[in-house]
């Protein structure tokens, strides 16, 4: 069992080298990553459009939704598309994760995943808004673009937003105000919230890569606990 302090500290040392991270460049590997993401959500749509009756979850982020560094089926979005899957859930799964993605990229693709229909949208972006210092007047109106774009195409839709925190690096008054949009943007359009989505995983080294970032397969599956928590009430309804 790790301490507490240690946990912080540990926590911290994980934003610390998420920054670092951000700040010498993912290019090479988010280029490669973006191909490979738009022709996977293009061949999910498809086979989406072949099973035709079953509803749809919608994970829509970066590259912790994408399960960088690791296979396709072991990130978070597979994990709990087996889970769904094994308990007999008529659900389909499609990962719309992009490495590297901001609100604003999110904001500018949101339109040509409206194609069809959406029953829930899980909204996983602005790490990286935060970690290079975009104003955050732009990262909340981004955010409420495609939430208002996400509802205007699927009335009854169900949006889970997931929480997100980073370092201090950029001052302690905005780290905070970063950390509040989401639960803010949550109660204001009356979306389900996951307070923090790598609770119990962000600073932890075993269960994260070498890059100290994304989570490893372990890592995943505690993520996907961290969404099954706040989905699983939404999909009983």
Avoid at 145 to 163: Q, S
């Amino acid at each position: 069992m790790i301490p507490p302090t240690m946990r912080t500290l540990l926590k911290l040392c994980y934003l610390l080298v998420f920054t670092l991270f951000i700040a010498c460049g993912e290019s090479a590997e988010k280029s490669k990553s973006n191909e490979k993401g738009t022709e996977k959500i293009s061949a999910e749509s498809a086979e989406k459009d072949s099973i035709g009756s079953k509803k749809t979850i919608v994970f829509f982020g970066n590259s912790l939704t994408a399960g960088m560094g690791l296979e396709p089926e072991q990130s978070f979005p597979a994990v709990i598309s087996d889970k769904l899957d094994s308990l007999n859930l008529d659900y389909f799964v499609i990962n719309a994760g992009i490495s590297g993605e901001t609100t604003a990229g999110g904001e500018s693709r949101i339109g040509w995943l409206m194609r069809d229909p959406i029953d829930v949208f899980i909204l996983e972006l602005g790490a990286n808004d935060g970690l290079r210092g975009i104003p955050l007047s732009e990262t909340r109106e981004n955010l409420q673009a495609i939430i208002d774009t996400v509802k205007e195409n699927n009335p009854g839709v169900k949006i889970v937003l997931a929480g997100m925190q980073i370092p201090p690096n950029m001052g302690p008054e905005y780290t905070s105000e970063f950390r509040q949009i989401f639960p803010d943007l949550a109660e204001k359009n009356e979306v389900y919230l996951i307070p923090f989505l790598l609770e119990d995983v962000a600073g932890i080294p075993e269960l994260n890569q070498a890059d100290g970032i994304h989570p490893t397969i372990e890592g995943q599956r505690i993520v996907a606990e961290n969404v099954w928590e706040i989905l699983q009430p939404i999909l009983d309804k």
